[in-house]
Protein backbone atom coordinates (compact mmCIF):
# COMPACT_ATOMS: atom_id res chain seq x y z
CA UNK A 1 0.00 0.00 0.00
CA UNK A 2 1.10 3.29 -0.86
CA UNK A 3 2.16 5.67 2.09
CA UNK A 4 0.44 8.92 0.73
CA UNK A 5 -2.45 8.64 -2.11
CA UNK A 6 -4.52 11.34 -3.80
CA UNK A 7 -7.21 11.76 -6.20
CA UNK A 8 -5.33 11.32 -9.87
CA UNK A 9 -6.58 14.61 -11.57
CA UNK A 10 -6.62 16.21 -13.62
CA UNK A 11 -8.83 19.15 -12.73
CA UNK A 12 -10.06 21.17 -15.04
CA UNK A 13 -12.01 23.93 -13.13
CA UNK A 14 -13.03 27.53 -14.65
CA UNK A 15 -12.05 30.78 -13.09
CA UNK A 16 -13.88 31.18 -9.63
CA UNK A 17 -14.90 27.98 -9.23
CA UNK A 18 -14.36 25.94 -5.91
CA UNK A 19 -12.60 22.56 -5.99
CA UNK A 20 -11.50 19.91 -3.39
CA UNK A 21 -8.31 17.44 -3.47
CA UNK A 22 -8.86 14.39 -0.84
CA UNK A 23 -5.65 12.35 0.24
CA UNK A 24 -5.35 9.18 2.10
CA UNK A 25 -2.44 8.00 4.29
CA UNK A 26 -1.07 4.60 5.11
CA UNK A 27 0.67 5.86 8.60
CA UNK A 28 -1.55 6.08 11.36
CA UNK A 29 1.19 7.71 13.31
CA UNK A 30 1.95 10.41 11.55
CA UNK A 31 2.39 13.46 13.07
CA UNK A 32 2.53 16.49 10.91
CA UNK A 33 0.93 16.97 7.86
CA UNK A 34 1.47 19.58 5.23
CA UNK A 35 0.27 20.49 1.50
CA UNK A 36 2.76 21.87 -0.65
CA UNK A 37 2.26 23.66 -4.54
CA UNK A 38 4.68 22.37 -7.60
CA UNK A 39 4.55 24.31 -10.55
CA UNK A 40 5.51 22.78 -13.47
CA UNK A 41 9.21 21.99 -13.53
CA UNK A 42 9.99 23.68 -10.12
CA UNK A 43 10.39 23.10 -6.30
CA UNK A 44 7.89 22.08 -4.38
CA UNK A 45 6.72 25.26 -2.25
CA UNK A 46 4.26 25.16 1.37
CA UNK A 47 0.94 26.34 0.94
CA UNK A 48 -0.33 25.50 4.13
CA UNK A 49 0.75 23.32 7.42
CA UNK A 50 -2.20 21.37 8.48
CA UNK A 51 -2.67 20.82 12.00
CA UNK A 52 -5.55 19.64 14.98
CA UNK A 53 -8.62 19.22 12.81
CA UNK A 54 -8.01 21.74 10.09
CA UNK A 55 -7.48 25.04 9.25
CA UNK A 56 -8.00 27.80 6.80
CA UNK A 57 -5.85 30.55 5.10
CA UNK A 58 -7.45 33.25 2.89
CA UNK A 59 -9.53 30.80 0.26
CA UNK A 60 -7.63 27.64 1.38
CA UNK A 61 -9.11 25.36 3.51
CA UNK A 62 -7.60 22.25 4.52
CA UNK A 63 -8.86 19.54 6.84
CA UNK A 64 -7.69 16.34 8.83
CA UNK A 65 -9.02 13.35 9.80
CA UNK A 66 -6.75 11.46 11.77
CA UNK A 67 -9.22 8.49 12.69
CA UNK A 68 -9.75 7.82 9.04
CA UNK A 69 -6.03 9.19 8.24
CA UNK A 70 -7.77 11.36 5.15
CA UNK A 71 -6.93 15.01 4.53
CA UNK A 72 -8.19 17.46 2.33
CA UNK A 73 -7.64 21.07 0.44
CA UNK A 74 -10.64 23.26 -0.51
CA UNK A 75 -10.48 25.94 -2.86
CA UNK A 76 -12.64 28.69 -3.50
CA UNK A 77 -12.90 31.31 -5.91
CA UNK A 78 -9.78 29.33 -7.68
CA UNK A 79 -7.50 31.53 -9.94
CA UNK A 80 -5.88 31.25 -12.70
CA UNK A 81 -2.50 31.51 -10.46
CA UNK A 82 -3.78 28.57 -8.62
CA UNK A 83 -3.20 26.13 -11.70
CA UNK A 84 -0.17 24.02 -10.43
CA UNK A 85 0.27 20.60 -8.97
CA UNK A 86 -0.72 20.25 -5.06
CA UNK A 87 1.11 17.43 -3.16
CA UNK A 88 -0.28 16.09 -0.12
CA UNK A 89 2.35 15.10 2.30
CA UNK A 90 2.07 13.65 5.84
CA UNK A 91 5.16 13.88 7.79
CA UNK A 92 6.72 11.80 11.05
CA UNK A 93 5.71 8.54 12.26
CA UNK A 94 8.06 5.79 13.67
CA UNK A 95 10.98 7.29 11.53
CA UNK A 96 10.53 10.45 13.10
CA UNK A 97 11.58 13.43 10.41
CA UNK A 98 10.59 11.60 7.43
CA UNK A 99 8.08 13.39 5.17
CA UNK A 100 5.98 10.99 2.68
CA UNK A 101 4.90 13.01 -0.69
CA UNK A 102 2.03 11.50 -2.36
CA UNK A 103 2.39 11.66 -6.85
CA UNK A 104 0.23 14.92 -6.68
CA UNK A 105 -3.20 16.59 -8.11
CA UNK A 106 -2.79 18.70 -11.10
CA UNK A 107 -5.13 21.51 -11.18
CA UNK A 108 -6.18 23.50 -14.04
CA UNK A 109 -8.12 27.06 -13.86
CA UNK A 110 -9.88 27.53 -17.03
CA UNK A 111 -10.93 31.62 -17.87
CA UNK B 1 18.93 34.12 3.43
CA UNK B 2 19.64 32.48 0.05
CA UNK B 3 17.70 29.57 1.51
CA UNK B 4 18.78 26.42 -0.19
CA UNK B 5 20.72 26.11 -3.37
CA UNK B 6 21.81 23.38 -6.09
CA UNK B 7 24.07 23.30 -8.46
CA UNK B 8 24.23 22.64 -11.68
CA UNK B 9 20.64 23.16 -12.72
CA UNK B 10 20.97 21.47 -15.50
CA UNK B 11 23.81 18.37 -16.38
CA UNK B 12 24.10 15.35 -19.43
CA UNK B 13 26.03 12.36 -18.70
CA UNK B 14 27.20 9.53 -20.31
CA UNK B 15 26.33 6.12 -18.85
CA UNK B 16 29.68 5.26 -16.83
CA UNK B 17 30.88 8.68 -15.71
CA UNK B 18 30.47 10.32 -11.97
CA UNK B 19 29.42 13.41 -10.65
CA UNK B 20 28.37 15.50 -7.45
CA UNK B 21 25.35 17.16 -7.34
CA UNK B 22 26.05 20.07 -4.57
CA UNK B 23 23.45 21.03 -1.82
CA UNK B 24 23.68 24.16 0.76
CA UNK B 25 21.45 25.65 2.93
CA UNK B 26 22.04 29.04 4.83
CA UNK B 27 19.33 28.83 7.84
CA UNK B 28 21.11 25.98 9.81
CA UNK B 29 18.96 23.21 9.53
CA UNK B 30 19.62 20.10 11.07
CA UNK B 31 17.98 18.17 8.35
CA UNK B 32 19.14 17.51 4.97
CA UNK B 33 17.48 15.34 2.38
CA UNK B 34 17.81 13.71 -1.69
CA UNK B 35 14.60 13.24 -3.34
CA UNK B 36 14.16 12.06 -7.02
CA UNK B 37 11.41 13.19 -9.28
CA UNK B 38 10.20 11.28 -12.16
CA UNK B 39 7.29 11.42 -14.47
CA UNK B 40 3.66 10.33 -12.43
CA UNK B 41 5.44 9.54 -9.50
CA UNK B 42 5.91 11.26 -5.92
CA UNK B 43 9.37 12.74 -4.95
CA UNK B 44 11.21 9.89 -3.68
CA UNK B 45 13.59 9.53 -0.95
CA UNK B 46 17.46 8.59 -1.68
CA UNK B 47 19.51 9.69 1.49
CA UNK B 48 18.62 12.12 4.49
CA UNK B 49 20.90 13.60 7.44
CA UNK B 50 19.86 14.70 10.71
CA UNK B 51 22.86 15.92 11.52
CA UNK B 52 26.53 16.40 10.67
CA UNK B 53 28.36 13.42 9.82
CA UNK B 54 24.92 11.43 10.15
CA UNK B 55 23.71 10.24 7.36
CA UNK B 56 20.88 7.22 6.17
CA UNK B 57 19.46 5.30 3.07
CA UNK B 58 15.88 6.59 2.22
CA UNK B 59 13.73 4.68 -0.25
CA UNK B 60 15.69 4.65 -3.10
CA UNK B 61 19.58 4.66 -2.24
CA UNK B 62 21.54 2.31 -4.54
CA UNK B 63 23.47 4.10 -6.75
CA UNK B 64 24.00 7.31 -4.70
CA UNK B 65 26.43 8.11 -2.24
CA UNK B 66 26.39 11.43 0.28
CA UNK B 67 28.18 12.82 3.03
CA UNK B 68 27.41 15.66 5.37
CA UNK B 69 30.44 16.60 6.73
CA UNK B 70 29.52 20.61 7.74
CA UNK B 71 25.63 21.44 9.18
CA UNK B 72 25.43 23.52 5.65
CA UNK B 73 26.31 21.49 2.75
CA UNK B 74 24.81 17.72 1.59
CA UNK B 75 26.29 16.62 -1.79
CA UNK B 76 24.69 13.71 -3.83
CA UNK B 77 27.72 11.26 -5.39
CA UNK B 78 26.42 9.13 -8.65
CA UNK B 79 29.78 6.89 -8.84
CA UNK B 80 28.79 5.50 -12.09
CA UNK B 81 26.03 7.16 -13.75
CA UNK B 82 23.34 4.93 -15.41
CA UNK B 83 20.20 5.90 -17.62
CA UNK B 84 17.61 4.83 -14.91
CA UNK B 85 19.30 7.82 -12.82
CA UNK B 86 17.30 10.45 -15.35
CA UNK B 87 15.04 12.19 -12.89
CA UNK B 88 14.88 16.02 -11.41
CA UNK B 89 16.80 15.64 -8.00
CA UNK B 90 15.70 17.99 -5.65
CA UNK B 91 17.39 18.97 -2.01
CA UNK B 92 15.64 19.71 0.94
CA UNK B 93 16.08 20.86 4.64
CA UNK B 94 13.84 21.25 7.37
CA UNK B 95 14.70 22.89 11.38
CA UNK B 96 13.76 20.39 14.02
CA UNK B 97 13.14 23.18 16.25
CA UNK B 98 10.78 25.18 14.39
CA UNK B 99 7.22 24.88 15.68
CA UNK B 100 6.42 24.40 12.19
CA UNK B 101 9.04 22.42 10.11
CA UNK B 102 8.41 21.92 6.99
CA UNK B 103 10.44 21.41 4.37
CA UNK B 104 12.26 24.10 2.17
CA UNK B 105 13.35 23.17 -1.24
CA UNK B 106 15.89 23.89 -3.76
CA UNK B 107 15.29 24.75 -7.25
CA UNK B 108 16.60 21.33 -8.52
CA UNK B 109 19.14 19.64 -10.68
CA UNK B 110 17.80 18.06 -14.25
CA UNK B 111 19.85 15.27 -15.06
CA UNK B 112 19.74 13.31 -18.04
CA UNK B 113 22.29 10.42 -18.74
CA UNK B 114 22.79 9.07 -22.04
Known amino acids: RKEVEQDPGPFNVPEGATVAFNCTYS??????FFWYRQDCRKEPKLLMS???SGNEDGRFTAQLNRASQYISLLIRDSKLSDSATYLC????????????FGTGTSLTVIP | NAGVTQTPKFQVLKTGQSMTLQCAQDMNHEYMSWYRQDPGMGLRLIHYSVGAGITDQGEVPNGYNVSRSTTEDFPLRLLSAAPSQTSVYFC?????????????FGPGTRLTVL
Open chain 2, 92 to 104: ASSSRRALINEQF
Open chain 1, 27 to 32: NSASQS
Open chain 1, 50 to 52: VYS
Open chain 1, 89 to 100: VPKGGNTGNQFY
